[in-house]
């Protein structure tokens, strides 16, 4: 499945006013990237399925010029066993199972998750790609963790309900709040990508879901330039669904203060 890019050329278009040459580049691209004083990675949204080139790319690029975020950030975030590290100094995540790659699961295994309604995805991915909804005693499951099994170790977590409601995504830059919006599903559907049909709205978080995102980026081994915390509401709190640091929507079409916030961020990096 592919996406569309609506916000980069917005990007671009605002750095030309600001007479800062700028220009939309695929990440598989073969050049000279000592010819741009910064690359910013931005919707590389098909970096899963050949992840090895994908670094080795990120790697080529920061040996020549300045890549943001680092290839180290990439590399910390592009598993998603990163969840226990934010669990273990205490963000609040969704409640997150990890099966190794190879591992054969049965019914006999899957009683042992508490939860009745589970969600089943790859532990590399992006944009619910690979992601199954489905009963905890379903043949489904079993059949698709052992598919993905295969070639990709595997996260289980419960279906959380409230996502009906929509999952919020807070934007920082610098590590300062920039602004969030409400992702919120179609009727129907629970994946909140507009691939499904979600739909997008601004938001306001509280000072707890703005204290805890603070927190999580401040965790990251190397503190990102931009970072995007998603949130969904488990057990009546908010709970950590994901970290984005690779490339995140950003949803600047959203938000009046986002393209400000960014390009003065991006003019440190160049400065």
Request: proline share 6%; net charge negative.
């Amino acid at each position: 499945m592919s996406y569309p890019d609506f916000e980069t050329h917005i990007l671009v278009d605002e750095l030309k006013k600001l007479t800062i040459e700028a220009e939309i580049i695929p990440w598989s691209d073969n050049r000279d990237w000592s010819d741009y004083d910064l690359v910013v990675i931005r919707t590389t949204w098909n970096y899963h399925l050949n992840f090895p080139k994908f670094i080795d790319k990120l790697k080529l690029i920061e040996s020549q010029t300045k890549l943001i975020n680092s290839t180290k950030i990439v590399l910390w975030n592009i598993h998603k066993e990163y969840l226990f590290e934010l669990e273990k100094s205490g963000i609040p995540i969704v409640p997150t199972k990890l099966i190794r790659k190879r591992t054969k699961i049965d019914k006999k295994w899957l009683e042992t998750i508490e939860f009745d309604k589970i969600v089943v995805k790859p532990a590399i991915s992006l944009g619910a790609i690979g992601a199954l909804k489905t009963n905890i005693n379903s043949k489904d499951a079993i059949l698709h963790a052992n598919e993905l099994l295969e070639n990709n170790d595997v996260l289980i977590q419960p279906f959380v309900e409230s996502i009906y409601s929509g999952e919020a995504s807070l934007l920082f830059f610098d590590g300062k709040f920039s602004h969030a919006v409400q992702k919120i599903p179609k009727k129907g559907e629970y994946r909140v990508q507009d691939a499904y049909g979600g739909s997008v709205e601004p938001f306001l978080p509280d000072s707890y879901e703005i204290n805890i995102a603070e927190k999580a980026i401040k965790l990251v081994p190397i503190e990102p330039i931009y970072a995007r915390v998603d949130f969904v509401n488990y057990n009546n709190s908010p709970h950590l669904m994901e970290l984005e640091l690779i490339e995140p929507n950003i949803f600047m079409r959203y938000s009046d203060v986002c393209i400000p916030n960014f390009i003065n961020t991006l003019k440190k990096q160049i400065i």
